[in-house]
């Protein structure tokens, strides 16, 4: 969904920032200096005394460096800055990792949201459609509400896919679709002792068996597999789930 794919951009965000973080910290504090500073030597008046950010508590020491990696990542403003070559030497490697991926975050954000809202819009269109439907063919009240309720509901859900929706298998070989569907099949046939036996028996005319008469569906709550009066053409075996 879009709110786990935000949730992980932004995990990835911060673990990237805590990363470099660590690094612009121990850049600072290791001493490496070409010109008798680093930033960590800085000093900064704290409460009514002025003291070094090595003198500062952890805390306060990780996230300055947090809040300086943050910065480089959305080009924002920060107090700290390099005293030195090898700090600005990072910074600049800093800020060409936040450009590069930067670009690329936002362009997938921007995606992201575009095929949300495209999704959310069909979504709504089709329900709007369907209430227009029902009013002009002057569906009963209690009717037209339990069809809306459970369109809404199928269209905010997300079912398990079949080959059928999978548009770009018809890309493959004939045998390797064969390969794939006789793979996911097999582990509910052989389930039931009948299908098992046969595979046993004769496994190339059960492979011929796979691939020329049986195909994988998905039901939905609700739907009806059988009604009554209807001459039946298929056979089901339940893979998972029940019916009722």
């Known amino acids: 969904s879009v709110v786990l794919q935000l949730l992980s951009i932004s995990f990835l965000i911060l673990s990237l920032s805590h990363v470099i973080a660590c690094a612009w910290w121990a850049l600072g504090a290791s001493g490496w200096t070409d010109t008798q500073a680093t930033w960590t030597h800085l ?16 805390f306060y020491q990780y996230t ?29 490697l800093c800020l060409l990792v936040a450009l590069l991926c930067g670009s690329t975050l936002i362009s ?10 495209m999704a959310r819009r069909g979504k709504v269109r089709s329900l709007r459609m369907l209430r227009r439907y029902l009013t002009e063919k002057k569906v009963s009240r209690a009717l037209s509400l339990c069809i809306q309720r459970q369109a809404c509901r199928r269209v905010r859900e997300q079912n398990m896919l079949t080959a059928d929706d999978v548009s770009v298998l018809s890309a493959i070989s004939e045998s390797l679709r064969n390969h794939l569907h006789r793979e996911v099949c097999l582990p509910t046939l052989e389930s039931y002792p009948l299908f098992r036996t046969l595979h ?21 709550p609700d739907d009806d ?11 089901y075996c339940i893979s998972r789930g029940t019916v009722t």
């Open 43 to 58: 000093v900064r008046t704290v409460g009514e005394e002025e003291a070094s950010y090595l003198d500062t508590p952890a």
């Open 64 to 92: 300055t460096a947090f809040h300086f990696a943050m910065a480089q990542a959305t080009l924002g403003s920060m107090e700290v800055s390099p005293t030195n070559s090898w700090e600005r030497v990072f910074n600049i």
């Open 108 to 117: 997938t954000l921007s995606a992201m949201m575009v095929d949300f809202h």
């Open 200 to 220: 046993l028996v004769d496994w190339v005319w059960f492979d011929r068996f796979l691939n020329d008469a049986v195909k994988m569906e998905v039901a939905r």
């Open 225 to 235: 597999i059988f009604l009554a009066g209807r001459l039946a053409t298929s056979a």
